[in-house]
């Protein structure tokens, strides 16, 4: 290849690179003030469902209608010092890779923030490349986005079933309420089907699901809603 082609091939791929880097920083920068209409994984369900979905139920709520059980259990469940760190939990990645080396069982480590970027930007891959551009864009919420933000969006784009989307559509779906008028023990329910929620069951629940509510409950307990207080004041 002529040595000005091969310039002029880096130089588009210099612009292109460039350009995905600043698409990358402007989304999440539009994002902190708009809420999604759609995101990656809800995107990725719609074109390579697990199984079929009869309906496909979403409501966008502030942070504000949201129980603030659900808030707490979710923090419980899933990232107990979401309020602490900046976007990664190292005290979780260093346990996780000790017990992934002595178990067969793999354990995560991802935090609030991570599962956030993940279904809002993200493919299901678990390369390392993902993980990668995961890593980017949470590392881009941290520094644009409050915690508030973070946990509002999450908890309006997390799945809590088969094409149930968001606190919402799951409260009504499940308890015929709004999410602002959850329980503590409902709360703890759609909790505890997170980590995958096209096998566990919230109502009726199975039960693993109700171990694990029963875990999240003593969790909420001793976290308190200063650990809310904590994650609504923190900027």
């Known amino acids: 290849m002529p040595p000005s082609r091969v310039r002029r091939l880096l130089s588009w791929l210099g612009k292109l690179l460039l350009a995905a880097f600043l698409s ?20 990725e369900r719609a074109l390579f469902p697990p ?25 419980a469940a899933e990232d107990q010092r979401f309020a602490e760190h900046h976007g990664f939990d190292m005290d979780a990645i260093s346990s996780a890779l000790r017990h992934n080396q002595r178990s067969e069982r793999v ?28 890593a980017w864009f949470t590392l881009l919420m941290e520094l ?6 973070i946990l509002e969006v999450y908890l309006n784009i997390v799945e809590f079933g088969p094409g149930i989307y968001g606190a ?16 503590r023990y409902q709360a703890s329910l759609l909790a505890a089907a997170l980590p995958n929620p ?14 694990r509510s029963a875990w999240i409950r003593r969790q909420m307990s001793q976290l308190g809603q200063i650990t809310l207080t904590r994650v609504h004041e923190a900027g």
């Open 107 to 134: 354990r995560g480590a991802s935090t609030l923030s991570q599962q956030t970027a993940k279904n809002l930007f993200m493919w299901s891959d678990r390369s390392f490349l993902r993980k990668g551009i995961e």
């Open 24 to 43: 990358t920083i402007v989304s999440v920068v539009v994002l902190r003030f708009i809420d999604p209409p759609m995101w990656t994984w809800r995107l």
């Open 198 to 211: 096209w096998r566990y069951r919230v109502k009726p629940p199975s039960p693993y699901v109700q171990q």
């Open 51 to 75: 199984a079929k979905v009869a309906e496909v139920k979403h409501d966008w709520v502030p942070l504000e209608q949201i129980s603030r059980e659900l808030q707490l259990a979710v923090i």
């Open 144 to 149: 644009g986005w409050d915690k508030s933000r």
């Open 168 to 183: 919402e559509a799951a409260a009504r779906h499940y308890f015929g309420k709004p999410a602002a008028r959850l329980t």
